[in-house]
């Protein structure tokens, strides 16, 4: 039997699709092991969700990187880079073998994408919108 996928979910909100992920996985129609779900924000209902599968959650917001920019393109430009380098950071210190962005409300930079695909790192991101209609989409 091969081993599962390490999979390692980011989320923003309600976690309904996350919840879906966790259902299929606890009923073996998914082989996938969920390493840890990261939210950027405090109050999303998907981390509570996470906590009763008892996958490990983390909280890791925007806020305190703008607090150390200036609130100009160039600051808040600085403060999203510094923030999505720190998300690979965390990612990758789990060893997935798939990132799922799940509703996660965030366009992620290079900052993000280039580490992740440096370890050939694939991510699917579900994104309630068509292609091109929003960005991020």
Request: glycine share 6%; hydrophobic share 40%.
């Amino acid at each position: 039997m091969e081993a599962p996928i390490r999979l390692t979910v980011l989320i923003s909100g309600n976690g309904s699709n996350l919840q879906a992920v966790i259902d299929k996985v606890s009923e073996g129609q998914l082989p996938a092991k969920i390493v840890r779900v990261i939210s950027n924000r405090k109050d999303a209902y998907g981390l509570e969700r996470a906590k009763r599968a008892d996958i490990p959650t983390q909280y890791h917001n925007l806020v305190k990187y703008k607090k150390q920019h200036p609130a100009t393109p160039e600051g808040i430009q600085a403060a999203r880079e510094e923030y999505d380098a720190e998300l690979a950071r965390l990612v990758l210190a789990d060893s997935p073998d798939l990132v799922a962005c799940l509703g996660f409300m965030h366009v992620l930079s290079p900052k993000f994408l280039e580490p992740l695909e440096a370890k050939q790192l694939k991510i699917i991101n579900l994104h309630p919108a068509l292609p091109g209609a929003f960005n991020g989409a």
